[in-house]
């Protein structure tokens, strides 16, 4: 969290108590938009945690495969 708040902080002005009142997903979302304003090539996403969903997927359609199958 101190990444976000010295990220936002140093590019907002904003104060902690400020940064810290406001919800997770709006940080995220400014700190994005901070990311790409800097670096045009700013990659979003998670390896692991995309690598996780892929495969939660597959095993959900795999089930409702066997499921429809019997």
């Known amino acids: 969290m101190?990444?976000?708040v010295d990220l936002i902080a140093?590019?907002?002005?904003?104060s902690e108590d400020k940064i810290?009142?406001?919800p997770f997903k709006r940080l995220f979302q400014y700190a994005r938009c901070i990311c790409a304003s800097h670096d045009d090539k700013a990659v979003f996403f998670n390896p692991k945690s995309d690598a996780v969903i892929a495969e939660f997927q597959r095993i959900e359609s795999d089930r409702r495969t066997?499921?429809?199958t019997n």
């Open 20 to 22: 810290m009142r406001t």
């Open 66 to 68: 066997a499921a429809a």
């Open 2 to 4: 101190a990444g976000i």
């Open 10 to 14: 140093s590019q907002y002005h904003w």
